[in-house]
Nanobody
């Protein structure tokens, strides 16, 4: 079964850090671009960051640029999102996703990140 499983979410104070992990299973994901999206209560899901299969391209949303870093370990079939200098507005459910067929067509179940002020 092909799936993505996120972990690493939690409650943190403003200014703190968290590292999210996304473990992929069911196939080798090293050839696929991966991404992170988030959805806050009452808002639409929004793009956070992405990483190409080689790791050479890493676009970010303007709201997280300079604070978040996406990376991948293809040997472990895992993608990470290091989040520093967290703000209350970063509070959301964070989803990992993979581009299996040109679009983001495989999603994890999400992990909650809550940043208190």
């Amino acid at each position: 079964q092909v799936q993505l499983v996120e972990s690493g979410g939690g409650l943190v104070q403003a200014g703190g850090s968290l590292r999210l992990s996304c473990a992929a299973s069911g196939r080798t994901f090293s050839r696929y671009a991966m991404g992170w999206f988030r959805q806050a209560p009452g808002k639409e899901r929004e793009f956070v960051a992405a990483i190409s299969w080689s790791g050479g391209r890493t676009p970010y949303a303007d709201s997280v640029k300079g604070r978040f870093t996406i990376s991948r370990d293809n040997a472990k079939n895992t993608v990470y999102l290091q989040m520093n200098s967290l703000k209350p507005e970063d509070t959301a459910v964070y989803y990992c996703t993979a581009q299996l067929a040109g679009t983001y067509d495989l999603w994890g179940q999400g992990t909650q990140v809550t940043v208190s002020s």
